[in-house]
């Protein structure tokens, strides 16, 4: 909720932004032109085609502004980071306008379009920062006087939560800490009053408390158990901390965060710019809606071969699990007989008997998942990412890498490492395997990973060796 009404409020601040800056931009542009009717009343007289960039350049704004990154972290936003941000978007807006609007616009000189491009720069810069800055620091005075707070639960009762608990209330201003969380009966350090249950009571404590974070704040952890704990947690969209041992620090996964000095592994965060979040998700809608257009006529044949070669519907919806560790739908051309599973799971394989012959087909190139463009455009799926499982699957895979639910930090694509190396993943054993490419993923996204593996798998398509 709180996250939703920090957003608003920058969204409605840029768009005020970008409306006086035009504004005063034209009215500049005007004074320049012809100083001489300055007093005229027919220096308020813009002309006809400003009339629709009144309405075109509030939303370029919004999209520069996106494209950056600046709204894909909004809670978690520093002053510098405000600063950066609000800088980078005025020199595109500048070079933006200055391109767009000024190349055919009327002849002066050429001192003439620096200097507008100059003065758009300074006016976009210095009233979107303005803005952006009287709501940073409103938003840091409700944190200060506690209007404001991220309620946190520490699950552990020992040393190691007592210590995050002291470091806590020392260095950060945002947590409000609610309470500790016991697991196992285990030893505790922390006086019973400030427990508010254990760990199967951790659904009521979340929804009871609004908990926005949890920080796994565990002496000796079991790996197989602290697994267990962040698979429960993700469901609940919260942010997911916990205490890091030695190989997180080596590898550089801990963060020293709103925790002060104490370093953390946030298992919410992605590691990836923020900018190119942004970027990825763009190209997630506007790849899938333009393949969605130009593949209608390939929907439509493939559609009316599966109708002739087998009975049942075109396309196949299977539950599978996505961002957060919550269900979708995944969305297929059927390339099966109706009824193959009778209600038991099972993995197939190249030689499987249940798939049809036009599936076979599909499946060799990959075309059966051409429909899972409209799971992408709904943004439960992105174009390069981990394939998606089952939850019956899942549950299998965890029993050997109990680590699986790291995957739920990002969303399931249409291909990614694991694919590529793995393919069709007929056992558990080779699932696993596919799940650790997908794991070296995640740990090392970028748009340029996600260029090569989206030319590796248009490779693949073309040999066609998709089984």
Request: charge should be positive.
């Given at each position: 909720?709180?996250?939703?009404?920090?957003?608003?409020?920058?969204?409605?601040?840029?768009?005020?932004?970008?409306?006086?800056?035009?504004?005063?931009?034209?009215?500049?542009?005007?004074?320049?032109?012809?100083?001489?009717?300055?007093?005229?009343?027919?220096?308020?007289?813009?002309?006809?085609?400003?009339?629709?960039?009144?309405?075109?350049?509030?939303?370029?704004?919004?999209?520069?502004?996106?494209?950056?990154?600046?709204?894909?972290?909004?809670?978690?936003?520093?002053?510098?980071?405000?600063?950066?941000?609000?800088?980078?978007?005025?020199?595109?807006?500048?070079?933006?306008?200055?391109?767009?609007?000024?190349?055919?616009?009327?002849?002066?000189?050429?001192?003439?379009?620096?200097?507008?491009?100059?003065?758009?720069?300074?006016?976009?810069?210095?009233?979107?920062?303005?803005?952006?800055?009287?709501?940073?620091?409103?938003?840091?005075?409700?944190?200060?006087?506690?209007?404001?707070?991220?309620?946190?639960?520490?699950?552990?009762?020992?040393?190691?939560?007592?210590?995050?608990?002291?470091?806590?209330?020392?260095?950060?201003?945002?947590?409000?800490?609610?309470?500790?969380?016991?697991?196992?009966?285990?030893?505790?350090?922390?006086?019973?009053?400030?427990?508010?249950?254990?760990?199967?009571?951790?659904?009521?404590?979340?929804?009871?408390q609004k908990v926005e974070e949890a920080i796994i704040a565990l002496d000796n952890p079991d790996e197989l158990k602290l697994f267990g704990y962040i698979n429960t947690l993700y469901k609940y969209n919260i942010e997911i901390r916990f205490t890091p041992r030695l190989y997180e620090i080596l590898t550089g996964s801990a963060r020293i965060g709103a925790a002060g000095m104490q370093p953390l592994v946030s298992l919410t965060d992605i590691h990836m710019a923020d900018w190119q979040i942004a970027m990825k998700r763009i190209f997630d809608i506007a790849l899938s809606l333009v393949m969605l257009i130009l593949l209608l006529p390939v929907f439509i044949y493939f559609a009316i071969i599966i109708k002739i070669d087998s009975k049942g519907p075109v396309y196949y919806r299977q539950e599978r699990i996505g961002r957060y560790g919550k269900p979708f739908n995944i969305l297929k051309f059927r390339t099966m007989h109706v009824n193959a599973e009778n209600g038991t799971p099972k993995l197939s394989s190249a030689e499987d008997e249940r798939i049809t012959k036009i599936g076979r087909v599909l499946r060799k190139y990959r075309i059966d998942e051409l429909p899972q463009f409209w799971n992408i455009l709904k943004g439960e799926m992105s174009i390069v990412g981990p394939r998606p499982e089952r939850k019956y699957y899942i549950n299998q895979i965890i029993e050997q890498a109990p680590y699986y639910c790291l995957l739920y930090k990002i969303r399931p694509g249409l291909t990614s490492w694991g694919p590529i190396k793995i393919g069709y993943s007929d056992t558990i054993e080779k699932m696993v395997e596919r799940l650790n490419y997908d794991i070296i993923y995640m740990e090392d996204m970028s748009l340029l990973n996600d260029l090569r593996i989206l030319i590796l798998t248009l490779e693949i398509l073309f040999k066609g060796e998709g089984v």
């Open positions: 909720m709180r996250y939703n009404k920090l957003h608003n409020r920058y969204i409605y601040a840029d768009i005020l932004s970008a409306i006086l800056v035009w504004v005063l931009f034209i009215v500049f542009r005007k004074a320049i032109n012809d100083i001489s009717i300055i007093n005229n009343i027919e220096f308020f007289v813009v002309k006809p085609k400003y009339y629709l960039t009144f309405l075109f350049f509030p939303f370029v704004s919004l999209f520069v502004h996106y494209i950056t990154g600046f709204y894909i972290k909004i809670d978690k936003l520093s002053k510098l980071t405000t600063v950066l941000s609000t800088f980078l978007s005025a020199l595109l807006i500048a070079a933006i306008v200055f391109f767009l609007f000024m190349i055919d616009d009327i002849k002066v000189s050429s001192s003439y379009y620096y200097i507008s491009l100059t003065t758009l720069f300074f006016l976009f810069f210095s009233v979107t920062l303005t803005l952006r800055l009287i709501i940073f620091n409103d938003i840091a005075k409700r944190y200060r006087s506690k209007k404001w707070s991220i309620n946190t639960i520490i699950i552990g009762t020992g040393a190691n939560a007592l210590l995050i608990a002291e470091v806590l209330s020392k260095n950060s201003e945002r947590n409000a800490l609610i309470g500790f969380v016991s697991v196992d009966n285990s030893f505790t350090q922390i006086p019973k009053e400030q427990i508010v249950g254990s760990f199967n009571q951790i659904d009521n404590i979340i929804n009871s």
